[in-house]
């Protein structure tokens, strides 16, 4: 168990780094009106695919499984991994079976075959210093080792029943759709321009600001926009007299869904019909104006995989804290010492409360656009 642990920890890491790897995407050919030639031989995905599971796949010369038995005791039991004259030998079957118990079932297809030989060193490497630790009697002279090993398989089952949990949290395509059709309007996109219009106060610190006067030139700017003037052109304008003109924004903020934008504005903008601009919003920075662009609801084809994250995540939790929920944990404060209000929150320990490896990372709510800062030398445009 020792081993397991130690390699789920670092082999399936390699393992899944490996597999998680962006490939380097293969530029196009170049159009050609000569005839292509005839295309190499394809590299096996699998190399050993055809070999019989009794291959040897791994050989660690001088390394003695076990220790050799006293005379006249005979030999003793083999391990898995098979000694002969001091020759450990790992088979295909017996190395595919590492495999199979350190990388998660979603990942071993995405795993290229060059890393199969980087973990079978971190095996190897691995299954070397355990076996040391054996004849030097590290368990015998450590105590804290058994205690680790039971940690450990209580960390592995625990691993694998979350793991269970999340490959039988995956929805259906009638749960999706389902979902998808009762909240639709959470789909909703507005494609829009923005025109930023900095208040004085937040681009000088010599020139003081009248908020009145700067109210009405702003209102004077959105008329503009509204009258179908470019948003191009004004922006530049409202970037005119400010210490960095060249630093005004971009008015594409390209497609925006519910939940991008601030509250305030949110409403107005996706009530706002396609071509018009809307009200002028007041910003500590400065002011805001949007025009619609054009509007549409996302298809439910566009969004299937982002719902079926969702979901699976939602599932998973419920059924990890319907677990986790079913019973009741004391903890006797006259040992850990009384705490008043929340508890500070501890790490998690190695492989505790860790979400599984191919759980899909939370939905990452889009925020609102962040505020366009006063322009200067070294000062960001706002970001669309």
Do not use: W
Not at 59 to 64: A, D, Q
Not at 77 to 87: G, L, Q, V, Y
Not at 98 to 108: E, G, Q, T, Y
Not at 128 to 140: D, I, L, N, P, S
Request: with cysteine; aromatic share 4%; proline share 11%.
């Amino acid at each position: 168990m020792l081993r397991s642990f130690a390699l789920l920890l670092l082999i399936s890491s390699i393992a899944i780094a490996q597999a998680s790897a962006p490939q380097q995407a293969s530029k196009p050919a170049a159009p050609s009106s000569q005839p292509a030639a005839p295309a190499a031989p394809k590299a096996a995905e699998n190399p050993g695919a055809n070999l019989p599971p009794e291959t040897a796949v791994i050989t660690i010369k001088h390394l003695c499984a076990t220790p050799a038995a006293p005379a006249g005791k005979g030999a003793t039991a083999k391990s898995s991994a098979k000694t002969a004259d001091c020759n450990t030998v790992i088979t295909k079957a017996e190395f595919e079976k590492v495999l199979n118990a350190v990388i998660p079932k979603a990942r071993r297809a995405e795993l290229p075959p060059t890393a199969k030989q980087q973990i079978a060193q971190q095996f190897s490497n691995m299954l070397v210093m355990a076996t040391a630790a054996q004849k030097h009697g590290v368990e015998r002279k450590d105590p804290n080792i058994q205690e680790a090993l039971k940690l450990s398989r209580q960390q592995v089952l625990a691993q694998a029943l979350n793991q269970q949990l999340m490959d039988d949290s995956t929805p259906s395509d009638v749960e999706m759709k389902k979902y998808y059709d009762q909240n639709s309007s959470a789909y909703d996109e507005v494609t829009l321009q923005r025109l930023f219009i900095p208040k004085a106060n937040s681009t000088s610190k010599d020139k003081p600001s009248d908020p009145a006067t700067e109210k009405a030139d702003a209102d004077k700017i959105r008329s503009r926009a509204a009258a179908g003037e470019d948003f191009d052109k004004l922006q530049k304008e409202a970037f005119a007299n400010t210490p960095n003109p060249q630093g005004a924004p971009s008015t594409q903020m390209g497609a925006r869904r519910r939940g991008s934008l601030s509250p305030d504005q949110e409403s107005v903008v996706f009530s706002t019909s396609v071509g018009q601009v809307t009200q002028l919003f007041d910003n500590p920075a400065g002011f805001y104006v949007y025009k619609i662009v054009s509007k549409r609801t996302v298809p439910y084809t566009e969004v299937k995989d982002e719902i079926l994250h969702k979901l699976q995540q939602q599932k998973y939790m419920d059924a990890r804290n319907a677990i986790t929920n079913s019973v009741q944990t004391e903890f006797n404060e006259k040992y850990f010492g009384g705490v008043e209000g929340a508890r500070p929150a501890m790490p998690a320990m190695p492989g505790m409360g860790a979400r599984p490896t191919s759980a899909p990372a939370p939905e990452k709510k889009p925020g609102a656009p962040p505020p366009p800062p006063p322009p200067g030398k070294s000062s960001p445009t706002p970001q669309s």
